[in-house]
Nanobody
Framework: GQVAESGGGSVQSGGSLRLSCTVS????????MGWFRHIRGKEREGVAT???????DYSDSAQGRFSISLGSSKNAFHLDMHNLQPDDTAIYYC???????????????????WGQGTQVTVSS
């Protein structure tokens, strides 16, 4: 399988952005898809995950501000980010792996298909 991000860019504090990820080549009964970010100087961290069964999960920092959703054909998923803050500045990655359920947000090493990353910059 392959994944590839699109979207990202620069916004001012309080602004919104949408990230999208296309998924291809997964033939299993279920696929877990997720968004991660790498803030400079920190470890890569989970932001939000969603399974093809519709179950989603969010990190504490994303809860209430970000929304993950499946595309209409389930070969894409999106991350709508609202009320962005400078602390959200990072490289955002999408990832996917076949599975019957998504792992906890902390299990970054479980994922085996990663996009190339897209920069999100939030200025104050």
């Amino acid at each position: 399988g392959q994944v590839a991000e699109s979207g990202g860019g620069s916004v001012q504090s309080g602004g919104s952005l949408r990230l999208s990820c296309t998924v291809s080549g997964f033939a299993g009964a279920g696929v877990c898809m997720g968004w991660f970010r790498h803030i400079r100087g920190k470890e890569r961290e989970g932001v939000a995950t969603i399974h093809t069964n519709g179950i989603s999960d969010y990190s504490d920092s994303a809860q209430g501000r970000f929304s993950i959703s499946l595309g209409s054909s389930k070969n894409a998923f999106h991350l709508d980010m609202h009320n962005l803050q400078p602390d959200d500045t990072a490289i955002y990655y999408c990832a996917a792996r076949e599975g019957i359920r998504c792992p906890p947000m902390s299990a970054v090493g479980w994922w085996d298909r990663w996009g190339q990353g897209t920069q999100v910059t939030v200025s104050s």
